[in-house]
């Protein structure tokens, strides 16, 4: 059974840091692009920011740029997300996903986001004012 697995999500302040963790199991996603989505109560399901296969290509939103890093380790079948500067509109459940075609990427983010196809459970990040 293919499974992704969320951890690290909490709260924290506005300024603050977060990592949150998302480790695969069932099967291996080490050719595939990995993705960070959100959503807020009420709102749209944003994709957040996406890594190729390799670490050598990565996406994001501009509201997130310079204030997340996403990374991985294909050793550990594990991606990262490092949240820094955290602001009350972060707050979202955000969720690991794997995209569906192996070695793929593409910058056409509203098409790429939408083919990701294995999907974690979320976490929730809260950041308060």
């Known amino acids: 059974q293919v499974q992704l697995v969320e951890s690290g999500g909490g709260l924290v302040q506005a300024g603050g840091s977060l990592s949150v963790s998302c480790v695969a199991s069932g099967r291996t996603f080490n050719n595939n692009a990995m993705g960070w989505f959100r959503q807020a109560p009420g709102k749209e399901r944003e994709f957040v920011t996406a890594?190729?296969?390799?670490?050598?290509?990565?996406y994001y939103l501009d509201t997130v740029k310079g204030r997340f890093t996403i990374s991985r380790d294909n050793a550990k079948n594990t991606v990262y997300l490092q949240m820094n500067s955290l602001k009350p509109e972060d707050t979202a459940v955000y969720y690991c996903?794997?995209?569906?075609?192996?070695?793929?990427?593409?910058?056409?983010?509203?098409?790429?986001?939408?083919?990701?196809?294995?999907w974690g459970q979320g976490t929730q990040v809260t950041v308060s004012s």
């Open positions: 996903a794997a995209h569906g075609v192996p070695l793929y990427w593409s910058y056409n983010s509203g098409r790429f986001g939408s083919e990701f196809r294995y």
């Open positions: 890594i190729n296969w390799n670490g050598e290509r990565t």
